[in-house]
């Protein structure tokens, strides 16, 4: 079993026992500031030492269980029952570092076929007592870049659906926007030869065959063209003087007013 830290949390990090939270933080951000190997440049060796020693003793403690086990074993108690004390033997260094593991950095365990190791350049992990620790960090390591490709991969897929949901909703829209425009293109068609049918039925019963007599008895167009006089006109339909802008009847050839042309495509 590798040997206990040897070195004392709290003073590490240059608090006392009762800290609260934010001195354990303050603390700790004062002193890696201080310690970091960046800032240390002529120091390497020494400053990744001490700052590996002050994340260390900011992590165990700034985790409420972490650090109650610490405590714990540090005044010799028991870290599973405060009312009983127990001996240095008795307080199991891999159960201490298994429960802090998983407090600290979440799902992974070791357990009674485990090992903890620390080295001077991978912070913690657990390696199996079959397997050698480099073997374990090599595994540790790919099943980390396995499951960082996974979210990757699922994220391309999360992105690349809801791209081709959006497709598919334009697609949808424009196809609706279609089909409405090719309704209202027919019904239009259909509206103008009922009218045309209307016309000439009102023709053959009033025995109109010249242009004056189909003039007169003209229901006049929905559909007329817009056309433009160089002054303005007198409407052939109500017999007003409108603007100069008219709409010529494709059935008599007249020019009917704007107000007129509304009231005809009004009426049913």
């Given at each position: 079993?590798p ?6 949390y709290y003073?590490t ?17 004062r002193?890696?500031?201080v310690?970091h190997p ?16 002050i ?5 165990t ?5 972490s ?19 127990c ?10 570092m ?15 076929s485990s090992?903890?190791?620390f080295d001077?350049?991978r ?7 079959d397997m050698?620790p480099?073997e ?5 390591q790919?099943?980390?870049?396995a499951?960082?490709?996974?979210w ?12 081709e949901?959006e497709?598919a909703r ?5 196809a609706?926007?279609?089909?409405e425009e090719?309704?209202q293109t027919?019904a239009?068609?259909?509206?103008a030869?009922?009218?045309k ?8 019963q009033?025995?109109?065959?010249t ?9 006049h167009?929905?559909?007329?063209a ?7 006109f ?6 007003q003087?409108?603007?100069m802008v008219?709409?010529?009847?494709p059935?008599?050839s007249?020019?009917?007013c ?6 005809i495509?009004?009426?049913?």
């Amino acid at each position: 079993m590798p040997p206990a830290p040897a070195f004392d949390y709290y003073e590490t990090l240059g608090i006392g026992k009762s800290a609260t939270t934010e001195e354990i933080k303050s603390s700790y951000r004062r002193l890696a500031l201080v310690h970091h190997p960046d800032r240390n440049p002529d120091n390497i060796d020494e400053s990744t030492a001490a700052f590996q020693r002050i994340q260390i003793a900011h992590e165990t403690l700034s985790n409420e269980r972490s650090r109650a086990i610490y405590d714990a074993r540090s005044s010799r108690r028991s870290p599973f029952n405060d009312d009983e004390y127990c001996n240095e033997e008795d307080v199991d260094f891999d159960d201490f570092m298994h429960d802090f593991s998983r407090e600290t950095f979440g799902s992974y365990s070791g357990g009674p076929s485990s090992r903890f190791f620390f080295d001077g350049q991978r912070f913690a992990f657990y390696c199996p007592l079959d397997m050698d620790p480099d073997e374990a960090w090599k595994r540790d390591q790919e099943e980390q870049e396995a499951a960082k490709a996974a979210w990757r991969k699922r994220m391309v897929n999360e992105v690349q659906q809801r791209r081709e949901a959006e497709e598919a909703r334009v697609k949808a829209r424009e196809a609706a926007r279609a089909a409405e425009e090719r309704e209202q293109t027919l019904a239009k068609e259909r509206r103008a030869q009922a009218e045309k049918a209307r016309q000439e039925a009102l023709w053959a019963q009033s025995k109109a065959t010249t242009q004056a007599e189909k003039q007169g008895s003209c229901l006049h167009s929905a559909f007329c063209a817009k056309e433009k006089s160089q002054k303005k006109f007198k409407c052939t339909s109500c017999g007003q003087k409108r603007g100069m802008v008219g709409h010529r009847c494709p059935y008599c050839s007249l020019l009917i007013c704007q107000v007129c042309l509304n009231g005809i495509r009004q009426s049913p």
